[in-house]
């Protein structure tokens, strides 16, 4: 029989994820783009009139991993609102990126506000509201470009504040609420969307300002998808280096709303697209930290917990694999950095679990087989088999005991 020989020459599969270059854009003291690791964000649910509420919102994200939080700014007193918001925290807790979301004509709440937090985000779809028309079957070029013209005005005061103020802004896009002549110009679609934010994104450009951050988010996973692949295809025939905020909106809750999340961020992160994620639950919103740390760990883009490789179990197990994996995880899921495999026996054993750190086999009833990487190191009752496995980390100076 002929068999197929692998050329010496072969060029080795590179499984890394290359990110796309971007700019660095300075939230705080937490930056966006420029290389540095995906940032996670998340946004409260509490009315930001709350100071009390707020801020011990803001604190559990934070806690809890959430590098940048969102709060919702509908008015004026919200906006001062949020002064009193960052003193607190810099009193009870320390300083936290804060992110505010400016909507329906907002230009003087998003210019009070400015001066408060480190970033303002605004929806190009509704910063300046064009009550619809009912009786309007077309745009004219130069209806189009007066209120092209009537943003700009609109925009530049935010702008001048916050490129004077060493601030940042978002550009964030929503496929369910695009400007209606963004709709009649290129109907309900990722163009009108990425049209969208570079208008936006030229305005800000043409009075020196570039901490931008782009968005494009759809409740829709495909439209989310192409409408950010295309605008890192506009982008890159424009010259522009822009970060993008990864998001599918409206996501849902449970297991769905995860899935959902996940398909739509993944995909792009795993095409080396994005600088910043948040996972949109119908939950609380310290659910949807463990979401986006998970996505990034499983794409090897953050390390933030321990990796737990496991085989699915089957006829062949010669030990409850379930149970096991959570004696193992129970005992080691706070060393972070280490790769830890569970295998049910020696066939899925020492093979599929290569890149681990430590591994814990069946090999015969009763017994386990306690690897180093791919080294066999002893064979221990299974009874005893999660306490030398800690015994074999703590020899090797890898265990830190939990807080």
């Keep these: 029989m002929q068999t197929l020989a692998t050329p010496a020459t072969a060029t080795p599969i590179d499984t890394t994820i290359h990110r796309r270059k971007t700019r660095?854009?300075?939230?705080?003291?937490?930056?966006?783009?420029?290389?540095?690791?995906?940032?996670?964000?998340s946004m409260i649910n509490e009315d930001t009139l709350?100071?009390?509420?707020?801020?011990?919102?803001?604190?559990?994200?934070?806690?809890?991993g959430c590098e940048i939080v969102r709060v919702t700014v509908p008015s004026m007193a919200h906006a001062k609102a949020l002064a009193e918001i960052k003193e607190k925290l810099a009193q009870t807790y320390q300083t936290v990126p804060l992110v505010a979301d400016v909507h329906h004509n907002g230009m003087k709440i998003a210019l009070e506000v400015a001066k408060h937090v480190d970033k303002v985000r605004i929806n190009p779809g509704l910063y300046v509201f064009e009550k619809p028309k009912t009786d309007r079957t077309e745009y004219s070029q130069a209806e189009f470009d007066e209120i092209g013209e009537k943003i700009a005005e609109t925009l530049k005061p935010l702008v001048v504040t916050l490129r004077d103020r060493g601030k940042a802004m978002r550009i964030g896009v929503n496929h369910g609420s695009l400007a209606e002549r963004m709709l009649f110009t290129y109907g309900d679609t990722p163009e009108g969307m990425?049209?969208?934010?570079?208008?936006?994104?030229?305005?800000?450009?043409?009075?020196?300002?570039?901490?931008?951050?782009?968005?494009?988010?759809a409740?829709?996973?495909?439209?989310?998808?192409?409408?950010?692949?295309?605008?890192?295809?506009?982008?890159?025939e424009l010259g522009m280096d822009y970060p993008l905020h990864l998001g599918v909106t409206e996501a849902g809750d449970g297991e769905y709303g995860r899935i959902k999340s996940t398909a739509g961020i993944g995909t792009l992160l795993a095409d080396g697209i994005g600088d910043t994620i948040r996972v949109s639950l119908t939950e609380a919103p310290e659910k949807e930290i463990p979401v986006c740390y998970s996505i990034l760990q499983a794409l090897g883009l953050r390390k933030t917990m321990v990796e737990y490789v496991?085989?699915?179990?089957?006829?062949?197990?010669?030990?409850n694999?379930?149970?096991?994996?959570?004696?193992?995880?129970?005992?080691?899921?706070?060393?972070?950095?280490?790769?830890?495999?569970?295998?049910?026996?020696?066939?899925?054993?020492?093979?599929?679990?290569?890149?681990?750190d430590y591994g814990y086999v069946g090999k015969q009833p009763g017994y386990i087989s306690l690897y180093r990487g791919r080294e066999e190191i002893r064979r221990v009752?299974?009874?005893?088999?999660?306490?030398?496995?800690i015994a074999l980390i703590k020899a090797d100076d890898r265990w830190v005991d939990p807080e």
């Design 310 to 319: 496991a085989c699915p179990s089957c006829g062949r197990t010669l030990f």
């Design 50 to 64: 709350d100071i009390e509420g707020s801020v011990a919102a803001i604190r559990r994200l934070h806690e809890i």
């Design 321 to 356: 694999l379930e149970e096991v994996l959570h004696k193992v995880r129970e005992a080691t899921n706070h060393l972070t950095g280490l790769d830890i495999a569970v295998m049910g026996c020696i066939v899925n054993g020492p093979g599929e679990m290569a890149d681990a």
């Design 219 to 236: 409740s829709r996973v495909p439209v989310m998808l192409a409408a950010y692949r295309l605008m890192v295809r506009r982008m890159d």
């Design 381 to 389: 009752p299974e009874a005893d088999g999660v306490a030398e496995l």
């Design 24 to 41: 660095p854009v300075p939230v705080g003291n937490v930056t966006i783009g420029g290389g540095n690791p995906v940032v996670v964000q």
């Design 194 to 217: 990425v049209e969208s934010a570079l208008e936006f994104i030229r305005i800000c450009e043409s009075l020196d300002f570039r901490n931008l951050v782009i968005s494009l988010k």
